[in-house]
């Protein structure tokens, strides 16, 4: 292993007396190109392009000299430190950070950014990183050259939000562009530093008061806790004529324990895109939004998109809502990564999993169609298994002396399956 390994972060701007002695004492130096170029690189030094860190690790473990691998900004932000710390390569680093290229970014914007997300769209994960977009209203997004901002656009198609696009940070081609979402796949971009993606529902009650917990909303924690709230909680949507009756929104909502089982088999975490198709409230598109996923609910009735549209400002979160129903109204969709059926039957699971998103939750109106969305879950390969839920609520003693009783009972057949 070399004698010393020091990882310098480089913003671009003059090096720090540490990082620049380092620098001048260096065998074998390992940067990008561009770098190796502008920095004073001594002249017998070994030159190592950073192209895989894997391999660069490999090199570094069997140099005999000093070592310095140069990084963008803060090489301890989604940079080459965690690579280069893993216990295989054995390295001991010193690490020299500058500005990070996010924090550089929100600068330049002269933005706030401790209640942004931060995400990456290296190693695959474009898809992932536009759904961070869709659910929340400022995200950093560190791009690549085949996953950068025209392509982060087209997967957020529909969705308006106002780019900020950061190309070559700290080089003197540095240039930041700001335009709308729908314009920026109409030009060609040099691989950027990071994309800022701004925009979508700002909660009412976010002030101006600094947040305290990185990454969250400054208005985090909502007033309301935990999750598959009380029915209430999603009320405010106008009564439908044709929704049973007239119901308001929070009595058509399912029982809390369904949703908080449907919630746990639909394992919403950020990045992922839940589809709920055919709801009767706002309840489970807004209990899956609370969890960080993206949303996407399908809904014909107008009164409960309104329904939905309105909880989702009020507990501060992203649904985009749309209107259809029926197998027709999910073919413009995003791809799902779990899928909620509340209404609609055979027909319209048999229309999900043929999207295979990797979670399936839906429930039956009796055991033959429970039956029947069973086997069409299991031919399509998911493994799936469901539950008979029943309940009654617990009903407040009338007098001292009395005992407690229950209300009328509820029976919900849910099933969940999973991709195999």
Excluded at 205 to 210: G, I, L
Aim: aromatic letters at 4%.
């Amino acid at each position: 292993m070399a004698d010393r390994i020091t990882v310098i972060g480089w913003d671009g701007t003059p090096l720090t007396e540490a990082a620049a002695s380092a620098l001048a004492g260096a065998t074998l130096v390992a940067g990008a190109p561009y770098q190796l170029n502008a920095l004073p690189v001594p002249a017998g030094a070994e030159r190592i392009a950073l192209g895989s860190i894997a391999a660069a690790a490999h090199r570094l473990a069997e140099h005999r000299g000093t070592a310095v691998v140069v990084a963008e900004g803060d090489p301890g932000f989604f940079g080459v430190v965690r690579t280069l710390r893993r216990p295989e390569y054995g390295l001991e680093l010193e690490v020299l950070p500058a500005v990070s290229s996010v924090a550089t970014a929100f600068a330049r914007a002269g933005m706030a950014w401790e209640d942004a997300q931060v995400v990456s769209a290296h190693g695959g994960r474009l898809r992932r990183a536009a759904n961070v977009c869709r659910a929340y209203s400022k995200v950093a997004v560190l791009t690549t050259a085949d996953a950068g901002p025209a392509e982060l656009a087209l997967m957020l198609r529909g969705v308006h939000r106002t780019f900020v696009v950061c190309e070559a940070l700290g080089t003197p081609e540095e240039d930041v562009t700001v335009l709308t979402s729908d314009r920026v796949p109409d030009r060609d971009w040099r691989d950027p530093s990071v994309v800022l993606v701004i925009g979508g529902h700002v909660p009412s009650n976010v002030t101006e008061a600094a947040g305290w917990l990185a990454g969250r909303p400054v208005s985090f924690p909502a007033p309301e806790r935990g999750w598959a709230l009380p029915a209430p909680a999603y009320a405010g949507a106008e009564p439908s004529p044709e929704a049973e009756g007239g119901a308001r929104d929070d009595e058509r909502a399912l029982p809390e324990h369904v949703r908080a089982l449907a919630l746990a088999r639909l394992g919403a975490v950020p990045g992922d895109l839940v589809w709920t198709v055919g709801g009767s409230s706002a309840a489970l598109a807004v209990d899956a939004a609370r969890f960080g996923a993206a949303v996407v609910a399908v809904q014909a009735d107008p009164a409960v998109r309104a329904g939905i549209a309105a909880a989702a400002r009020r507990h501060a979160v992203e649904v985009e809502v749309v209107p259809g129903e029926g197998p027709e109204a999910l073919g413009g969709l995003p791809e799902p990564d779990a899928v909620l059926v509340e209404s609609g039957g055979a027909e319209l699971v048999r229309a999900v999993v043929a999207r295979r998103p990797d979670r399936l939750v839906a429930l039956a109106r009796n055991l033959a169609e429970a039956g029947e969305l069973r086997r069409i879950a299991e031919t399509a390969g998911y493994r799936v298994d469901g539950a008979l839920l029943q309940s009654a609520p617990l009903t407040p003693a009338r007098a001292e002396h009395d005992r407690p009783s229950f209300g009328p009972a509820d029976h919900t057949l849910l099933l969940w399956g999973k991709a195999g």
